[in-house]
C-alpha cells in the first residue's frame, strides 16, 4: 500500500516562497503519476502540478505556471513543491497524491485536472500540508 508523507508547509506573507515535499513509501516502478493538489476552505480539490513517471512530462495549473516547480528525487521516493511569489489565493491544504496507469489515459493532464475522477483521477493521497499566504 503506497502511502504519502507531506512537509513542508506553514504561514508566509505574500510574496515569500515555501518548498512542499512528499516522500512515499512502497513506491515502485508501477506508478504513472504523481503530483501535487490543493484544497481551500469551501473549493473542490484541484491539481497544482503533475508528473509523468515514464515520460517526465510535467503539468502546472495556469496559476502555478511561473511561480511552482515541481521536482522528484527517485533515490529518496520524494517529490518537491518548490512555491515562490506566494499569493493570498495560494491558502489551501496541499496534497501530494499518485496513480497507477489508467485505461485511456495517456498523458497526466486529465488525471491533474480531475484528481477526484474515479475513472481517471488520482488514487493514492497523502494527508496534506497547510500553507497559509497572509500579511
Known amino acids: 500500500q503506497l502511502q504519502f508523507v507531506e512537509s513542508g508547509g506553514g504561514s508566509v506573507r505574500p510574496g515569500g516562497s515555501l518548498r512542499l515535499s512528499c516522500t512515499a513509501s512502497g513506491f515502485t516502478s508501477d506508478y504513472y503519476a504523481i503530483g501535487w493538489f490543493r484544497q481551500a476552505p469551501g473549493k473542490e480539490r484541484e491539481g497544482v502540478s503533475c508528473?509523468?513517471?515514464?515520460?517526465?512530462?510535467?503539468y502546472y495549473t495556469s496559476s502555478a505556471k511561473g511561480r511552482f516547480t515541481i521536482s522528484t528525487d527517485a533515490a529518496k521516493n520524494t517529490i518537491y513543491l518548490q512555491m515562490n511569489n506566494l499569493k493570498p489565493e495560494d491558502t489551501a491544504v496541499y496534497y501530494c497524491?499518485?496513480?497507477?496507469?489508467?485505461?485511456?489515459?495517456?498523458?497526466?493532464?486529465?488525471?491533474?485536472?480531475?484528481?477526484?475522477?474515479?475513472?481517471?483521477?488520482?488514487?493514492?493521497w497523502g494527508k496534506g500540508t497547510l500553507v497559509t499566504v497572509s500579511s
Open positions: 497524491a499518485a496513480s497507477r496507469p489508467r485505461h485511456g489515459i495517456t498523458s497526466v493532464q486529465p488525471m491533474c485536472i480531475n484528481p477526484m475522477s474515479k475513472g481517471y483521477g488520482m488514487e493514492f
Open positions: 508528473i509523468g513517471l515514464t515520460d517526465g512530462s510535467e
